[in-house]
DNA sequence: GCCCAGGTGAAGC
DNA sequence: GCTTCACATGGG
């Protein structure tokens, strides 16, 4: 068994992993329980420090160290956020919360299987798809089965019917063509890496059941896109309900806006925006009779 | 029963 | 160029 534990600043390692950027991790006894890559692992995570333990021994840690992302100064990330109220309040909610570096296979077929779907669900998927597909990894102490996530090649292999077994109902033949053409190399993950955001954005989006926000999503949670602003439906009444009380504005002037309004730094405004947005509830609205926020669920 | 969910693609104007 | 609609499934 492997373990480590790493010394943190301004971390809050839950929050981190249930704020909707990845679907894989489980609480259980105080702990989270998850699967990268190969690995499976057990985090837990207090004020100063996480530590982790692994099935299997581990010599070398640079793939946890890069997947929480331990060598971000998150005071830098903050500092560069717009000095406005809203803002200001997301951070000051959110203390802590952080992005991850995911794996670009994992995070594109996770994000293909999340449309107009609720977290919770999102997670019940991925779980049976892994489960069926994935390949079994050594398990905790308690002997739980563990999985990988299905490579794309094996998700290749599938049939329709066997990925809407799996629950995920019209997004089937947009993860199978997708998983084709990854698994063929007509599809190259490493690829967007190289390339400057909007041409990788672009490549993205050929991809079946992939438009602008999950492209954004990959962007910002696999490939490192700081400016990668995903607009879902949170985040849009975010933007509309703080930025524009009572105008009509357009997807396309919300991104814009985005763009222009969050800066270098505008992916993890966006995730403070969404977080805020989903575990807080309501802003605080000067003009409460234009307050459309959602109920807090 | 109803509405909604970390949307996309196709069809209609 | 927009706007509208279908698409599975399950939670509240």
Same mark, same amino acid.
């Given at each position: 068994?492997?373990?480590?534990?790493?010394?943190?600043?301004?971390?809050?390692?839950?929050?981190?992993?249930?704020?909707?950027?990845?679907?894989?991790?489980?609480?259980?006894?105080?702990?989270?329980?998850?699967?990268?890559?190969?690995?499976?692992?057990?985090? $837990?995570?207090?004020?100063?420090?996480?530590?982790?333990?692994?099935?299997?021994?581990?010599?070398?840690?640079?793939?946890?160290?890069?997947?929480?992302?331990?060598?971000?100064?998150?005071?830098?990330?903050?500092?560069?956020?717009p000095a406005d109220e809203p803002m200001r309040a997301a951070?000051?909610?959110?203390?802590?919360?952080?992005?991850?570096?995911?794996?670009?296979?994992?995070?594109?077929?996770?994000?293909?299987?999340?449309?107009?779907?609720?977290?919770?669900?999102?997670?019940?998927?991925?779980?049976?798809?892994?489960?069926?597909?994935?390949?079994?990894? #050594?398990?905790? #102490?308690?002997?739980?089965?563990?999985?990988?996530?299905?490579?794309?090649?094996?998700?290749?292999?599938?049939?329709?019917?066997?990925?809407?077994?799996? =629950?995920?109902?019209? $997004?089937? #033949?947009?993860?199978?063509?997708?998983? $084709?053409?990854?698994?063929?190399?007509?599809?190259?993950?490493?690829?967007?890496?190289?390339?400057?955001?909007?041409?990788?954005?672009?490549?993205?989006? =050929?991809?079946?059941?992939?438009?602008r926000k999950?492209?954004?999503?990959?962007?910002?949670?696999?490939?490192?896109?700081?400016?990668?602003f995903p607009v879902d439906v949170w985040v849009m009444k975010a933007l509309r309900q703080l930025y524009f009380p009572k105008r009509k504005v357009t997807m396309h002037r919300l991104h814009r806006f985005a763009g222009e309004h969050f800066?270098?730094?505008a992916?993890?405004a966006q995730?403070?925006l969404f977080?805020y947005m989903?575990? =807080?509830?309501k802003f605080k609205n000067p003009n409460p009779k234009f307050d459309t926020s959602p109920?807090? =669920?």
């Amino acid at each position: 068994m492997g373990s480590i534990t790493f010394n943190v600043r301004d971390y809050d390692l839950s929050a981190t992993l249930i704020s909707g950027q990845v679907f894989r991790w489980q609480h259980r006894d105080g702990s989270w329980v998850g699967v990268i890559g190969n690995h499976w692992v057990r985090l $837990r995570g207090d004020e100063f420090s996480i530590s982790a333990n692994t099935a299997e021994p581990v010599s070398d840690w640079n793939w946890l160290i890069d997947y929480l992302q331990l060598d971000l100064d998150l005071t830098v990330v903050l500092s560069k956020f717009p000095a406005d109220e809203p803002m200001r309040a997301a951070a000051s909610a959110c203390h802590g919360l952080r992005l991850l570096r995911q794996d670009p296979w994992e995070c594109l077929a996770s994000f293909i299987l999340s449309s107009t779907k609720q977290i919770v669900q999102i997670q019940q998927i991925i779980t049976l798809l892994c489960e069926r597909f994935g390949q079994p990894v #050594p398990g905790g #102490p308690t002997f739980d089965a563990a999985y990988a996530f299905p490579s794309a090649a094996r998700l290749a292999r599938c049939t329709e019917a066997d990925l809407r077994a799996c =629950k995920m109902g019209f $997004r089937a #033949p947009y993860l199978l063509e997708t998983a $084709r053409l990854v698994a063929s190399h007509q599809f190259d993950l490493e690829r967007p890496r190289a390339l400057p955001i909007e041409t990788a954005r672009d490549e993205l989006i =050929k991809l079946p059941g992939v438009g602008r926000k999950i492209a954004d999503c990959v962007l910002l949670f696999a490939y490192g896109f700081q400016s990668a602003f995903p607009v879902d439906v949170w985040v849009m009444k975010a933007l509309r309900q703080l930025y524009f009380p009572k105008r009509k504005v357009t997807m396309h002037r919300l991104h814009r806006f985005a763009g222009e309004h969050f800066g270098v730094c505008a992916g993890y405004a966006q995730q403070y925006l969404f977080h805020y947005m989903r575990t =807080k509830g309501k802003f605080k609205n000067p003009n409460p009779k234009f307050d459309t926020s959602p109920e807090l =669920k």
